[in-house]
């Protein structure tokens, strides 16, 4: 039998106490809608930062998306990195500013460097933010200045107690490093964060003699990991079953050709690269030297430096329009190569990626060669492109097969000018956070409640800069 809608209401409203109108009925609907989306926020006391920048542009945001879900889950991600990794302390009488990954105790150049990202628009006109920055930049200019080849970092910069699984390394361990990892982009994101801050605030005060420092180490190991003339002194090599945590041939990494490209031992994700040239990681060198040339012009009236980064840029770059190239389909980007003329095509989640080219500003969006790049990047042709019952993503050897990565999904609608794609991607990330509201590191192409790491900052705070973004440019994708 059939019930009617009045039938419905009423029982609705017996059950609730004797509300038998239209009005109780909604009301009961609000107040179970209320309890299913209840923020997953930590209390105010316990909220280890708080902007009320970002607290207005929380609520600015919300109030314009349509769907309860989505609005859940954007005020629970936006904030997270402030809400839970932020910790603000003073070194040598300066800001510091110490930022953890989320479920991990150790600060990653890139990860603390986009972390905050999202929030940077917001910074000229809330001084809790501009110390926040300030501390952080401080801080990211003495891990470099420790050590250049390292990814993460320990809270305390003379402690020798790295991560458990990188105490028996054989590589040139430091006090305060957590992991000595070399990846290109653990230099060139924070150039991109510092390059950030200063445009969006006019805030000079953090680019100090140590913060020069820091970066003409920037420059010297760029120029040592083009090695034209020997291998340079960095190697790594771990104890472990994972091929990925090592790369061959003692550390130093399979073979290559000097081209003028700058090597790189570990990609993003912090697996081993097949070919020690990454091209996304290169074209990120490029950008970010070119926006250390502009700072050191502007702020410090260096032109020596500034010429000297910029002739690096221009070399890699054309290293890269001569060797960077997919052979058979000079069309596309290849991902690594060796120098020699092999190359391999896939394209990996974590950022930079081919896929993120635009997004780093390396590119246009609308270049033609990376928008046919990333076509066939998020397709059959990359490997770790899966499509499954709850998603299409990108993945990577980090988490394996089958394992889509959200931040794949939040950068294709990020560097989209689709409607209907980006509301797919909106779809996929509704639907794939196992109820838990918020992003994961990675989640079962057919599954989402397989998923990995559960507090994954910057997964959250990538989400939460698209949506902001949407806000702003596409509001209709929000309002359905």
Known sequence: ????????????????????????????????????????????????????????????????????????????????????????????????????????????????????????????????????????????????AIDPYANAFLPDPRSRAALSWALHDDTDMRPGVAERKWEIDSLCWP???????????????????DWRAAMHSVLATFRTQQRKHDRGPYHFQRLSEVASENPPLGGYGNPTRPVGLIHSMFRPSDDACLYPLSVPSNFFAVTSLRQLATMSESIHHDSRFATDCRALADEVEQALHRHGRLTGNDDVWAYEVDGFGNQVFMDDANSPSLSSLAYLGACTADDPRYRRTRALAWSDRNPYFFDGKAAQGIGGPHQGLRMIWPMSITMRALTSDSDPEIAQCLDWLKTSHAGTGFMHEAFDQDDPAKYTRSWFAWANSLFGELIVRLAEQRPRLLQA
Request: proline share 6%; hydrophobic share 40%.
């Open 1 to 144: 039998m059939t019930m009617t809608r009045r039938t419905l209401l009423k029982l609705a409203g017996a059950a609730a106490g004797g509300l038998a109108s239209g009005t109780g009925f909604a009301r009961a609907q609000a107040a179970a809608t209320a309890r299913r989306y209840a923020s997953h926020r930590p209390p105010p006391a316990r909220r280890l930062f708080t902007s009320a920048a970002v607290e207005r542009q929380l609520a600015q945001t919300t109030a314009k998306i349509g769907d309860p879900e989505l609005a859940w889950l954007f005020g629970n991600c936006y904030p997270n990195t402030l809400d839970t990794t932020v910790h603000l302390d003073s070194l040598d009488g300066r800001p510091d500013t110490f930022i953890v990954t989320g479920d991990i105790d150790a600060m990653w150049l890139r990860d603390s460097s986009a972390q905050v990202w999202p929030y940077l628009p917001l910074a000229r006109g809330d001084k809790a933010l501009q110390r926040l920055y300030r501390g952080l930049i401080h801080r990211q200019a003495r891990c470099i």
């Open 191 to 209: 150039i991109r964060l510092a390059h950030g801050y200063w445009q969006a605030s006019g805030d000079t005060a953090p680019f100090d003699d």
